[in-house]
């Protein structure tokens, strides 16, 4: 499956409740133009491109996948690696988020300490830190990952803002989403599905830190979002 993992059937009931009771989906696989409301019945959201295609097309971060029993996530571990990074005051802001992605798209462009042109990695990560108690967001981060050949002496950042850091090896648990900008409701329903996918699979996850990662590149066709939590690997 193009997610990476089986649906659980309860999710999938959910979803065709949802369209139905929506009027979005008419019970069949494809369906018809609909003259007199105008819309596509039958229509669902694309489906998350493969990752391993994407990663054979752009270079990700490395990992081992996990071979789980359970059903609604993917488990992986991502290896310990240098990324480089640049705080999002408001990550909701799509000015904010773009002047971030400039700010690391910069480094990667030339503005680094060796002057060198670095290849475009994926996923750009978005990693975020959330008050318990109050539930606000207290710290908003985006990530791009190192190429390995410059993982062993990352030239500096010479930009403002922008900064590297080491991320040691640790477990990644993901739901995807097809498409290139999801919104708020729809990212909730995948962090709430994904957990609770966990906590059937006797995981249960740590909130407080949780990421959203695209695996996309403009004009490429079907894209691939991934919502993430993620977890320490003790020694």
Request: proline share 6%.
């Amino acid at each position: 499956e193009a997610k990476g993992y089986q649906d659980c059937p309860i999710f999938r009931k959910e979803m065709k409740e949802k369209w139905a009771k929506e009027k979005k989906w008419d019970g069949k696989k494809s369906g018809k133009w609909n003259k007199e409301s105008k819309s596509r019945k039958g229509s669902c959201p694309y489906k998350p491109k493969p990752i391993d295609e994407i990663c054979s097309e752009t270079e990700c971060p490395s990992y081992d996948l996990i071979n789980g029993t359970g059903c609604g996530y993917t488990a992986r571990i991502i290896h310990e690696a240098v990324w480089v990074g640049t705080s999002l005051s408001d990550a909701k802001d799509g000015r904010e988020y773009r002047a971030a992605f400039w700010r690391l798209f910069s480094y990667i462009n030339g503005g680094n300490s060796a002057g060198v042109k670095i290849d475009m990695t994926v996923p750009v990560l978005n990693r975020f830190t959330m008050n318990m108690t109050t539930q606000e967001i207290t710290s908003s981060q985006m990530f791009f990952y190192i190429p390995a050949i410059h993982q062993a002496a990352p030239p500096a950042p010479t930009g403002d803002g922008v900064f590297l850091t080491t991320f040691d090896q640790q477990y990644v648990y993901s739901r995807a989403l097809g498409g290139n900008n999801p919104d708020e409701a729809r990212w909730t329903r995948y962090f709430t599905n994904l957990y609770r996918a966990l906590e059937m699979d006797g995981i249960t996850p740590d909130v407080s830190v949780f990421g959203t990662a695209g695996f996309t590149r403009p004009f490429f066709g079907r894209q691939r979002q991934e919502a993430m939590y993620f977890a320490p690997i003790y020694e």
